[in-house]
């Protein structure tokens, strides 16, 4: 069975996204520790935004199909350093978050990804709208070799 690693920074959308996915009710609960479900690893968004914290991120990621990176296109600033994707030894799946926000910017939050080194097509999303989830639906279900309906 896949599993993925969600990472971001604080904020990002790592919870929701996961909630969404998982229907499960989307409330905001902020992540204290890794939190191990059957299908996520969801990371505490410090540990992106603290460097020292980088080595959690990279054992966890031996445990995954692949990770997926948030980026908040609502952000200004991104906390991933360049190329940090090519730490990972797994596919990196870019994922742009809150784009349905008035001061969403897909093309910066596309520069941060791109800059961390995660290749296109990015995805992005709305947790309000739905917009894009059912690609990353079927994205999870096709890890976990569930056939679509």
Not at 43 to 55: A, D, K, S, T, V
Not at 84 to 102: Q, S
Not at 129 to 135: N, R, S
């Amino acid at each position: 069975m896949g599993k993925i690693l969600l990472i971001g920074g604080i904020g990002a959308g790592k919870t929701s996204l996961k909630q969404m996915l998982m229907n499960e009710q989307v409330s905001y609960q902020k992540t204290q520790m890794l939190n191990f479900s059957q299908t996520f690893i969801d990371c505490p968004g410090e540990y992106l935004e603290i460097p020292r914290y980088y080595h959690v991120l990279i054992d966890a990621s031996h445990q995954v199909t692949e990770i997926w990176a948030l980026q908040d296109a609502t952000k200004q600033r991104t906390f991933y350093p360049p190329k940090f994707a090519k730490v990972f030894n797994k596919p990196v799946v870019g994922v742009i978050t809150k784009i349905d926000l008035p001061k969403s910017s897909l093309e910066q939050a596309t520069s941060y990804l791109t800059y961390a080194g995660i290749k296109t097509p990015f995805c992005p999303v709305s947790i309000i709208t739905g917009e894009g989830i059912e690609l990353l639906r079927q994205r999870l279900e096709g890890l976990n070799g569930l056939s679509n309906h």
